[in-house]
T-cell receptor, first 113, second 115 residues
Framework: DGGITQSPKYLFRKEGQNVTLSCEQN?????MYWYRQDPGQGLRLIYY???????QKGDIAEGYSVSREKKESFPLTVTSAQKNPTAFYLC????????????FGSGTRLTVV | AQSVSQHNHHVILSEAASLELGCNYS??????LFWYVQYPGQHLQLLLK??????LVKGIKGFEAEFIKSKFSFNLRKPSVQWSDTAEYFC?????????????FGTGTKLQVIP
């Protein structure tokens, strides 16, 4: 079945460490996105990529980095510069543009200890 | 830039009660509208969407939403909720225009259905 796979489901990180969240899709979607979900704040866009080797900052990109070397993969690195990294991270993909809606992954819950 | 407001943050209903969740957006042009649902421990799923045509759209699991352009609203409804509808519901909007446009999500409404 086509879909988006995010791994791991739960991740613990010590303060000061970088950590990379994986996102893989086999939907042949061009665009991929990373959102952060916090209680009461909805979904906030971190980064997005419309094509391979190109990505753009979203609303809250500070302290995060991404790469898009393959169409299927869009990993997110949470760096030590991110002041409040504990959150639920969602990856999504869509056909050209996003006006037709997203397909979401199951998310990664990151906890900084 | 567009914005989305979901005024009800937490709704508690008994089974068989009727549901209406509010969603208002601000944007002057044509938009596509979505409702997503996130069941406990699961990923967001598309519940229904509106692109054009009949402003009353039907989605999965008996949900429907009505687009009222004059009110900039896209409220979600269900005549009779079930315990399994307990979830968080997100409204989303995207301008329908050329080039890349950003999807904007509301802050979500948590629905708790009591058996």
């Amino acid at each position: 079945d086509g879909g988006i796979t995010q791994s791991p489901k739960y991740l613990f990180r010590k303060e000061g460490q970088n950590v990379t969240l994986s996102c893989e899709q086999n939907l042949n979607h061009d665009a991929m996105y990373w959102y952060r979900q916090d209680p009461g704040q909805g979904l906030r866009l971190i980064y997005y990529s419309q094509i391979v080797n190109d990505f753009q900052k979203g609303d809250i990109a500070e302290g995060y980095s991404v790469s898009r070397e393959k169409k299927e993969s869009f990993p997110l690195t949470v760096t030590s510069a991110q002041k409040n990294p504990t959150a639920f991270y969602l990856c999504a993909s869509s056909l050209e543009g996003s006006r037709y809606g997203y397909t979401f992954g199951s998310g990664t819950r990151l906890t900084v200890v | 830039a567009q914005s989305v407001s979901q005024h009800n943050h937490h709704v508690i209903l008994s089974e068989a009660a009727s549901l209406e969740l509010g969603c208002n957006y601000s944007y002057g042009g044509t938009v596509n509208l979505f409702w997503y649902v996130q069941y406990p421990g699961q990923h967001l799923q598309l519940l229904l969407k509106y692109f054009s045509g009949d402003p009353l759209v039907k989605g999965i699991k008996g949900f429907e939403a009505e687009f009222i352009k004059s009110k900039f609203s896209f409220n979600l409804r269900k005549p009779s909720v079930q315990w399994s509808d307990t979830a968080e519901y997100f409204c989303a909007v995207i301008p329908f225009s050329g080039g890349y446009q950003k999807v904007t999500f509301g802050t979500g409404t948590k629905l708790q259905v009591i058996p």
